[in-house]
């Protein structure tokens, strides 16, 4: 006798749920489930570079360099399409400063992850535009900016100028940079200075804005839509020091530092 209907249907569910599972059981980090990550080295010409991502986090720190004008870049990806075509990463540098990094991965019950650690030689100026995925730096003398669209961003061990911005996350930073800007269109902003600044500027559109600053006198500016507003830190209308926070809706917070 034929299975009926109902009874064919509940199988393929069956199948579809042990793939599932199948695809999701790991839920590991990707650095613990790839124990072969691969390593590259690629060419850098000028003092810039740009890290072009689409979809991976990316650790990117200044280093001793390895080999005079090159990027040292370590790759960690797991990935798994069970229908489609195989998942696949690339990385490559495009007009000699443009360091690119793209992820395919599509299809029906498709899972993948990379993450980066890109270690530049001291003295480069970093540019990062990430479309999706967290951003960690550290350790730069010179001028460093990270964009992203999706995700967070946390800096620390910084000096040169300084311009965070991501559309959906948090955004910290733990720096003795004298210039700083940092923005979140969705997500809370955390500065901490270790140096006195000349200017700092942080707003979040939904999301708290708080600055921490060594002891000195401040211009400081603050404007929130909806939230409280303390400022602990001595102003000054003629400092030379200046600091603005906005939020839409959140609270700001200017205090110096125990």
């Known amino acids: ?24 059981a790991c839920g590991g980090s990707v650095e613990e489930e790839d124990k072969n990550p691969e390593h590259r080295s690629f060419a850098l010409h000028g003092r810039t570079l740009t890290v072009d991502s689409d979809d991976s986090a990316l650790e ?9 004008g090159s990027v040292r870049v370590t790759r960690w990806f797991k990935g798994s399409v069970l229908v489609g075509q195989d998942p696949r990463v690339t990385w490559e540098m495009k ?34 535009e990430a479309d999706d995925g967290s951003v960690r730096a550290h350790g730069f003398k010179d001028a460093l900016s990270i964009r992203t669209d999706d995700g967070s961003v946390h800096v620390t061990d910084v000096t040169g100028p300084l311009e965070l ?44 804005v708080s600055i921490t600053l060594p002891h000195a006198a401040y211009r400081v500016t603050t404007k929130t839509g909806d939230g409280s507003v303390d400022v602990s830190v001595p102003r000054g209308d003629s400092s030379p020091h200046v600091v603005s926070a906005t939020t839409d809706d959140g609270r700001i917070t200017v205090r110096t530092a125990d």
């Not at 948090?170 to 923005?183: I, L």
């Open 1 to 24: 006798m034929s299975r009926t209907v109902p009874a064919r249907v509940a199988a393929a569910v069956g199948v579809v749920v042990v793939l599932l599972a199948a695809v999701t």
């Open 165 to 208: 911005r991501t559309d959906d996350g948090s955004v910290r930073a733990e720096v003795s940079s004298r210039q700083v800007r940092a923005g979140s269109e969705d997500g809370s902003v955390r500065l901490e200075l270790e140096a006195v600044p000349d200017r700092v500027e942080a707003n979040s559109e939904d999301g708290s």
């Open 60 to 68: 990117v720190v200044a280093v001793d360099a390895h080999k005079a």
């Open 95 to 128: 007009d000699d400063d443009r360091l690119v990094l793209r992820m395919k991965c599509s299809g029906f019950i498709a899972d993948c992850s990379a993450k980066y650690r890109i270690e530049v030689p001291r003295g480069i100026a970093v540019r990062v």
